[in-house]
């Protein structure tokens, strides 16, 4: 839980940050704090599928993962759902902030992907990269919307503890081949992240989650008929 535990703290710590120093960071400092995260994200992502993809047992697994949750997403119009949802019940800024936030921390792969590692291997690599991202992420988050983005925290907590808790209960089950399929998918969706942050392209990365999953019933199927 080490890897959370910081994560969770640097979400607090950016949020103080932030909050205090809403007048001195101007619209400018942001922008340059986003590219930055941009460029980060891209190239985390891109070296998490250089790195796995020469251990692949099945190198176009995740072409179909994309495909298949990325059309899964869009069916379920999972990036407007969740925007309607925000626009529904945002009445204020800090809702928006919040709802803006959490998304930011808890539904990416890094948060993801690095707390079942962290609960497999003990390996909190991607917990601390991540808690990196997201101490920039909640000081810009909180020079705009506020101290109030500090509530986000224990729900990044409960997010990722929640993920240690049931990967450690079940880890037997999970091989090193599946994780580096998901990690696979994984380094595309935080490379995605990225296009989006730095304006290069709306990939709809929520719409792609699914394809976190395929690589998952896949291993499930190829246990019963032995692929």
Known sequence: MLGTIVNTSCIIAGS??????????????????????????????????????????????????????????????????????????????????????????????LSMVGSVMSALYGDNTYLFTNAMLDLVTSTVLASTYGIGMILAAPVLFLFQGSIYLVTSLAGDVISDSLMCEISIVGGVLIASSGLSILGIKDCKTLNMLPALLVPILFYLLKSFIRI
Request: proline residues 2%; positive net charge; glycine residues 10%.
């Open 16 to 109: 103080l940050i932030g909050s205090l120093a809403r007048k001195a960071i101007k619209p400018e400092y942001r922008d340059a704090l986003y590219n930055a995260m941009g460029l980060a994200a891209l190239l985390l992502g891109t070296g998490a599928f250089v790195t796995n993809i020469s251990k692949s047992q099945y190198p176009v697994l995740f072409i179909a993962s994309l495909a298949i949750g990325s059309l899964t997403g869009t069916v379920l119009k999972i990036s407007d759902r969740f925007n309607g949802l925000v626009s529904r019940y945002s009445r204020s800024r800090l809702a928006e902030g919040l709802s803006t936030g959490i998304l930011l921390y808890c539904i990416g792969t």
